[in-house]
């Protein structure tokens, strides 16, 4: 598990550091005139959201507040994949080390429905 935490470390570091990149050295709405009708784009941009949507659908399950929930959700569809960085650390971290409690949060102890 420890693998998995800096892994994921290193992948919200990297991740942050791109979108403060692009922010500072792009022009999104220029460059949004080119990106946008290019067919590798828009595929990139289906796999990009159904990658959130299922992970969305795991946040949903493991938290059992249904507003933290649609928080996690709505961060994920705004930041991206730096949030999912972000909330597998914290589920890692929460979980103690036992895999189970990662994948199923409240779920495995019967307290969540």
């Known amino acids: 598990m420890r693998r998995c935490l800096i892994l994921l470390i290193v992948g919200a570091v990297v991740i942050a550091s791109t979108i403060i990149y692009a922010l500072v050295a792009g022009n999104f ?20 959201y159904l990658g959130f949507l299922l992970f969305g659908g795991w946040v949903l399950f493991r938290e059992p ?3 933290a929930a649609v928080v996690w959700i709505v961060l994920l569809l705004t930041l991206g994949n730096v949030t999912a960085c972000v909330y597998a650390i914290r589920a890692i971290v929460r979980s103690g080390g036992d895999w189970t409690h990662f994948w199923l949060g409240d779920r495995m102890s019967g ?3």
């Open 111 to 113: 307290s969540a429905n």
């Open 65 to 67: 507040s249904r507003t």
């Open 29 to 48: 709405t220029a460059e949004a005139v080119t990106m946008f009708p290019l067919p590798w784009f828009q595929l990139s941009m289906v796999d990009l």
